[in-house]
């Protein structure tokens, strides 16, 4: 049976375990998240020996070379040695320059990390707090804002959400990876209908994305709809009520999950033209799918993200 040694640690596994749960379960703390090759939470490097990839795409050809795997993509088929992600070491250190509270349950934070970082709208990024990880969508404009924004919902307890409710100005954090994600705004768009639909703090990248568009001057209609568990869960309502007073052309929704259903089932596309943009928890975004679909969205004109509630 293949061995496994990471630092000081070394133990023997059944061949075909996978190297995520083994690390987890060794005793090696590995943060994770979607555990589907997405948030690259559980990035870790092998430095002997390799393991079975089943998203070998999910990575650059540079990382690769460098021995850089997605533990929950993997199996440990031979005996291999791992170097766990060291933020201080692996990644860019940044400063917390605000910590406020949005909301009861939303916590904004702002970073500003030493080297400016390059990226765009719709994208996350998983932030290392002390030695616990999570990704986080951006809810910034790189073109307006100097500092980085999340959005955090920390209605759930846990190990990141707990050390983010303790974070003041000032205090050091580190950045991981920064990842595409399935959201982003085309150019190309500018002229069509564009529907933002977002559940909780799924509104963040979708905040980041409705700027990105006014940015870029984008001509059709926009329609943003935020839906919340209640009123108080409408934690942008100010600055998205100030943008629609300024731009004509966007009409903000604010719903109640109780008003959701009837809301949504009235929903009917003013031209098949329109592209449509979803982020929330998974069952959410399934259901503003559907009933876009039934209004005759064509499928390749809608793109979605989820957020999951691991903490």
């Not at 994770?32 to 020996?49: D, E, K, M, T």
């Not at 290392?128 to 986080?136: E, Q």
């Not at 991981?176 to 190309?188: I, N, S, T, V």
């Amino acid at each position: 049976m293949p061995e496994v040694k990471v630092a000081d640690r070394q133990w023997t596994v059944a061949a075909g375990s996978n190297l995520l749960d083994t690390l987890n379960q060794g005793g090696v703390a590995v943060p994770y998240s979607c555990r589907a090759g997405s948030c690259h939470a559980c990035l870790v490097q092998c430095v002997n020996g390799d393991v079975r990839d089943s998203r070998p795409d999910a990575l650059s050809p540079a990382q690769r070379e460098q021995g850089w795997r997605l533990a929950c993509q993997c199996q440990v088929i031979e005996d291999v040695q791992i170097h766990t992600f060291d933020p201080q070491r692996d990644g860019r250190a940044a400063q917390v320059t605000a910590a406020d509270w949005l909301s009861p349950d939303v916590l904004r934070l702002r970073i500003i990390p030493e080297r400016a970082l390059r990226y765009r709208a719709g994208q996350h990024l998983v932030l290392w707090a002390g030695d616990v990880a999570r990704p986080y969508s951006l809810a910034s404009l790189p073109e307006e804002d100097r500092f980085l924004e999340f959005h955090l919902d920390c209605r759930e307890p846990g190990q990141f959400i707990n050390a983010a409710r303790q974070m003041k100005v000032g205090d050091p954090i580190f950045l991981g990876e920064l990842r595409g994600g399935a959201l982003h705004y085309d150019p190309e768009w500018h002229d069509k209908p564009l529907w933002l639909l977002a559940a909780g703090t799924g509104l963040a990248p979708l905040f980041g994305l409705l700027r990105s568009a006014l940015h870029q001057h984008h001509q059709g209609t926009i329609r943003l709809i935020h839906v919340a568990h209640d009123a108080a869960g409408h934690y942008l309502a100010k600055p998205l009520a100030a943008l629609a007073a300024k731009h004509q052309h966007l009409t903000v929704e604010l719903l109640t999950t109780a008003e959701a259903p009837s809301a949504l089932a009235q929903l009917r596309l003013v031209s098949r033209q329109t592209q449509a943009l979803l982020c929330g928890h998974p069952d959410r975004v399934e259901a503003f799918a559907k009933r876009l679909y039934l209004a005759g969205l064509p499928r390749n004109q809608l793109l979605a993200d989820v957020f999951l509630t691991r903490g």
